[in-house]
């Protein structure tokens, strides 16, 4: 009954509908996903130069950032300087968090004032030398981070800038779709990059690696829920849907995907499999064995399995996701509106490494798909890097 009282006294206060506010900041920097779902931390984050374990942001006097100011907070979001002038790695997306306009970064510290105080100390950094050298960092920002406030582009609608905003902003999607420099810094573009073993696929409108061939309803649904008719997500992107996109709102959803759809296609993925008959009989073969149950003999799927025609995980440039997923196997996202997700088995047990490469051959360029052939050395590498992994 109290609890009930408290809960109506605090809907009718102003204070409530700004901390509503700077929560759905949360949601769409997806601070969650990496600062754990109690804002602690303690969440190691593999990166090509080491480990990094992401602190604690509670406002835990001891081990948050309980004695910080909201100005200590702007400048770690917006200019990557941690209190004290300590400078940021880039794994904290504050290259793309420096578009978010002043108002947003005070309202998110409003609300992460309010998250309950965790004690929980963490040693974050674990990088290798020379990259645990963190003065190094300022280097790097002179180099590759050139902060400026989102600009609109007054050729395009409403939708379209919020779209742009969400993309390169907050919601750090260039963080695992960008090809990145020697240095990890963003190329820019959006047309896939591998990350921690996985492909982050091509988001340009390549009509056959990219997302040409969605409609943006389908996008939007598949931000929303995790899959549409032509692909599902797993692995990093199911965590992204579970705790970001699936809780965007309808017209930021719709704003994404008008501004995606008028990407104009990338490097696309480099062609068919010429020369290669003898891997796509072999991989025929395995494909009716261990595959055309699930997915079809039509590779089309069911209601409850992804199709692999016409699917553009199927047909990117780089295997790495296709592999993972035949050898370790995968779980779909579990969202509000399709809250099981579905499972595929690992195969590591059933087939070797030049057989794996058959049957992402022939997927990769049966029905309507054309990409280029996958070779056993290829899977052999994802192979040990999955072991080494666990
Ligand atoms: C992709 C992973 C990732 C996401 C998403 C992310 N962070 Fe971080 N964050 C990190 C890492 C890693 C560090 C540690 C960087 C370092 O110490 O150099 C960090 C550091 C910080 C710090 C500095 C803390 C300290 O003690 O120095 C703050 C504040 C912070 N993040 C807030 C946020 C907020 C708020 C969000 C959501 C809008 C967010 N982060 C989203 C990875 C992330
Ligand atoms: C933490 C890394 C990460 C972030 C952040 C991320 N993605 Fe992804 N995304 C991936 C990976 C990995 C896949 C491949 C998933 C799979 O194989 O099922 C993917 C898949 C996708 C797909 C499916 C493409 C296809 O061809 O099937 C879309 C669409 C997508 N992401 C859009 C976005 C958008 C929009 C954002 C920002 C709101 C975003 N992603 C943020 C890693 C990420
Ligand atoms: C028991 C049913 C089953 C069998 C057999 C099966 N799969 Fe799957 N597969 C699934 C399910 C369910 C998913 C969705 C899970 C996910 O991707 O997270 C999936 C996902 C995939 C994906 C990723 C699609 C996407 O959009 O992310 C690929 C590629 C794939 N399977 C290929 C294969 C191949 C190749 C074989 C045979 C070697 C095979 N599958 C056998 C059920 C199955």
């Given at each position: 009954?109290?609890?009930?009282i ?5 809907i009718?206060t102003?204070a ?8 759905y900041?949360?949601?769409l ?7 754990g779902?109690n ?8 990166t ?6 992401t602190?604690n ?14 100005e200590d907070?702007r400048?770690a979001m917006?200019?990557g300087?941690?209190k004290g002038?300590?400078p ?8 793309n968090y ?8 005070a309202?998110?510290?409003?609300y992460?004032?309010?998250?309950k105080?965790?004690r929980?100390?963490v ?14 960092m300022r280097g790097?920002?002179l ?6 406030p ?5 050729s395009?609608n409403?939708?379209?800038n919020?779209?742009?905003?969400l ?7 260039g963080?695992c779709?960008?090809p ?5 810094a963003d190329k820019?573009?959006?047309?896939g990059a591998?990350?921690q ?13 990219g ?9 939007v649904?598949y931000?929303q829920?995790g ?8 692995g990093p992107?199911a965590e992204a ?8 709102t309808d017209?930021?959803l719709n ?9 104009p ?10 020369g290669?008959?003898?891997?796509m ?9 261990s595959?055309?149950a ?11 399995f992804p199709?692999l025609?016409?699917?553009?995980i ?11 997923v035949?050898?370790a ?5 579990a ?7 579905p ?7 059933r087939?070797n490494?030049e057989?794996?490469a058959?049957?992402?051959t ?14 056993a050395?290829?899977v052999?590498k ?5 072991h080494?992994?666990?």
């Amino acid at each position: 009954m109290r609890c009930f009282i408290l809960a109506a006294l605090l809907i009718a206060t102003p204070a409530f509908a700004a901390n509503e506010a700077g929560k759905y900041q949360s949601v769409l920097g997806d601070c969650e996903g990496c600062h754990g779902r109690n804002l602690a931390g303690g969440v190691a984050l593999a990166t090509p130069f080491g480990k990094l374990v992401t602190p604690n942001i509670t406002p835990d006097v001891a081990t948050g950032i309980g004695t910080w100011s909201q100005e200590d907070f702007r400048k770690a979001m917006k200019q990557g300087m941690g209190k004290g002038g300590k400078p940021l790695y880039p794994a904290m997306p504050y290259v793309n968090y420096a578009l978010m306009p002043d108002a947003d970064v005070a309202a998110l510290w409003t609300y992460i004032r309010t998250v309950k105080p965790v004690r929980n100390s963490v040693d974050v950094n674990q990088l290798k030398f020379p990259f645990n050298l963190r003065f190094l960092m300022r280097g790097w920002n002179l180099l590759f981070f050139k902060p400026a406030p989102f600009a609109n582009d007054a050729s395009k609608n409403a939708a379209w800038n919020r779209g742009e905003y969400l993309v390169e902003g907050p919601a750090h999607c260039g963080a695992c779709h960008s090809p990145r420099n020697f240095f990890g810094a963003d190329k820019g573009g959006l047309s896939g990059a591998s990350l921690q073993g996985w492909w982050a696929p091509d988001l340009t409108g390549d009509g056959r690696a990219g997302l040409g061939a969605w409609s943006n309803d389908e996008l939007v649904q598949y931000l929303q829920t995790g899959r549409n008719a032509h692909s599902l997500a797993s692995g990093p992107m199911a965590e992204a849907v579970e705790n970001s996109t699936s809780r965007m709102t309808d017209s930021d959803l719709n704003a994404i995907a008008v501004y995606l759809k008028d990407l104009p296609p990338g490097p696309g993925n480099g062609g068919g499999a010429t020369g290669a008959e003898a891997q796509m009989q072999a991989g025929a073969r395995i494909y009716q064995v261990s595959c055309a149950a699930c997915h079809g003999g039509d590779g089309k799927g069911s209601a409850i399995f992804p199709p692999l025609a016409g699917n553009p995980i199927v047909t990117q440039s780089s295997p790495e996701t296709l592999a993972r997923v035949v050898l370790a196997g995968a779980k779909g996202a579990a969202t509000v509106k399709s809250p099981t997700g579905p499972a595929m088995p690992s195969f590591a047990w059933r087939w070797n490494d030049e057989q794996v490469a058959a049957v992402l051959t022939y997927i990769r360029n049966n029905w309507r798909n054309v990409a280029p052939a996958v070779s056993a050395d290829t899977v052999t590498k994802i192979r040990t890097s999955l072991h080494s992994a666990s």
